[in-house]
């Protein structure tokens, strides 16, 4: 079944640390987008990439950063610059960039102790 | 003001209700309207997509946008205790970025 897959689901970081957040998806889908979910504000994007070695930042790039090295792969680092790192993120697609049809993965809720 | 406000409840009501679910928003730029549907843990999957004003219906579910008053709902029928879940509105201007509502947590109840 195609689809979109995030790894970890559960994480847990000391403060200080960096963590990689992983989004793989065989659905040959052109854009890939990574976006934040905390209680009572929605989503919120972080960074989207349109295409392969190319990506844009979001409403709240900063603290995060990504890479789009390969067409299926769109991982995204939570740095110790990230001030509130603690949410649940989801990582998304579409067909091509533009479109408004977002495919999502499961979501990799991290934790910071 | 965000450009997509949604009442995020909780929500509940017993089994068999009619459920209506709202967003408002500003930029009457928007022109493409969806809902998403979030079980508890998991990823958002779209549930309705509508294109402009109107109707919009899939068996239990409705979706009604009305731009003149910069109004979207979503109508569930018949509730059922697998609807509990997070209801998310998201406009688009087109060829943009989706802008979230902050999603309505709804249970029913059996």
């Known amino acids: 079944d195609g689809g979109i897959t995030q790894s970890p689901k559960y994480l847990f970081r000391k403060e200080g640390q960096n963590v990689t957040l992983s989004c793989e998806q065989n659905l040959n889908h052109d854009a890939m987008y990574w976006y934040r979910q905390d209680p009572g504000q929605g989503l919120r994007l972080i960074y989207y990439s349109q295409i392969v070695n190319d990506f844009q930042k979001g409403d709240i790039a900063e603290g995060y950063s990504v890479s789009r090295e390969k067409k299926e792969s769109f991982p995204l680092t939570v740095t110790s610059a990230q001030k509130n790192p603690t949410a649940f993120y989801l990582c998304a697609s579409t067909p091509e960039a533009g479109a408004n049809v977002l495919t999502f993965g499961a979501g990799s809720r991290l934790t910071v102790l | 003001q965000k450009e997509v406000e949604q009442d995020p409840g909780p929500l509940s009501v017993p089994e068999g209700a009619i459920v209506s679910l709202n967003c408002t928003y500003s930029n009457s730029a928007f022109q493409y309207f969806m809902w998403y549907r979030q079980y508890s843990r998991k990823g958002p999957e779209l549930l309705m997509y509508?294109?402009?004003?109107g109707n919009k219906e899939d068996g239990r579910f409705t979706a009604q946008v009305d731009k003149s008053s910069k109004y979207i709902s979503l109508f569930i029928r018949d509730s059922q205790p697998s609807d509990s879940a997070t209801y998310l509105c998201?406009?688009?201007?087109?060829?943009?970025?989706?802008?979230f509502g902050q999603g309505t947590r709804l249970t029913i109840n059996p």
């Open positions: 998201a406009n688009s201007k087109g060829a943009q970025k989706l802008v």
């Open positions: 509508t294109y402009s004003s």
